[in-house]
């Protein structure tokens, strides 16, 4: 056991630091499939909230329906800024307060998600957020540098895919437009060949180590497997919460391991993608 998480632990230390992580997981839905995304609410708090509130409106804009309007290859894939509505292509109108303070720190690497904002104007950050396809290394200065506040933990071909797809310059803003059902020369772009995001909304579905169903993994859970392993008979676990409490080595298995990597998620030092249940694959 000593052994296995030495080696998982090795395998930790060579991924880049992220600090503290959140627990909130997002799941977009894109019609070329879904992608969950993290959410670093301990170290972006603002930024999170931000997006939030374009996840769990009440009345006001949502990020569904919404679309990717730029695409650049190798480099990133962009939304949050315009939606589907009536049958045309809005823009998305940002809510109180209109832009967000710039919270920088964590790196523009492949898979994190960061906010656009203008040029030259570091706190200009309102709805549009960009997912980087590659590492961007230059996104950490330029600009007061770009708040990463996310990060993809399953679902990252779907990106890829994204990016991959044949682009039109459809003019300002949709000069670098992804596409779908599209080739030259043919007429675009209709709403039936633009990436459209149908939903962006937190994910109900219960992660590796959310023993207690609330979809986060915190100190309860963590609390909840010490309970169980310090005393299988009194304590022992329900069918649903061992389903659940497995994180390493195999969907069936429960043990001290398992809480001892729980705990060290908790504490930022191992990303979620790490985790190997079927829940949260």
């Known amino acids: 056991m000593r052994i296995l998480l030495s080696l998982l632990l090795a395998v930790c230390a060579l991924l880049p630091s992220r600090g503290a992580r959140g627990n909130v997981v997002v799941t977009v839905q894109t019609v070329l499939g879904p992608f969950d995304i993290e959410l670093f609410d301990a170290v972006a708090p603002l930024t999170v909230a931000n997006f939030l509130a374009y996840t769990d409106p009440v009345g006001g804009a949502s ?17 949050g800024g315009f939606r589907v509505s009536g049958g045309q292509v809005v823009a998305l109108t940002p809510t109180a307060p209109p832009t967000v303070p710039n919270e920088p720190g964590l790196p523009n690497v492949r898979g994190t998600l960061a906010m656009a904002k203008a040029s030259g104007q570091p706190n200009s950050a309102t709805t549009q957020w960009f997912v980087n396809v590659t590492d961007n290394p230059e996104l950490d200065t330029d600009n007061g540098g770009f708040t990463v506040f996310a990060e993809v933990i399953s679902g ?38 633009l990436v459209v995001l149908t939903s962006v909304a937190r994910r109900t579905t219960p992660l590796c180590g959310d023993l207690n169903a609330d979809s986060q993994i915190n100190a309860a859970d963590v609390a909840r497997l ?6 299988p008979s009194g304590s022992a676990l329900t069918p649903g919460e061992a389903s659940r409490c497995s994180v390493v080595g195999n969907a069936t298995d429960c043990n001290v391991l398992d809480s001892t990597i729980v705990r060290r998620r908790l504490a930022g030092r191992i990303p979620h993608r790490l985790q190997i249940c079927t829940a949260a694959l």
């Not at 990020?63 to 939304?79: A, E, K, L, M, N």
Request: with cysteine; proline share 10%.
């Open 63 to 79: 990020y569904d329906q919404s679309i990717i309007h730029r695409s650049v290859p190798t480099f990133v894939i962009q939304g």
């Open 156 to 193: 990252l071909s779907v990106v890829d895919a994204i990016n991959a797809r044949p682009r039109v310059n459809a003019g300002v803003p949709f000069h670098e437009l992804p596409t779908v059902n599209w080739t030259a020369p043919d007429p675009c772009c209709a709403i039936s060949q």
């Open 226 to 231: 010490r309970s169980a392993l310090a005393n």
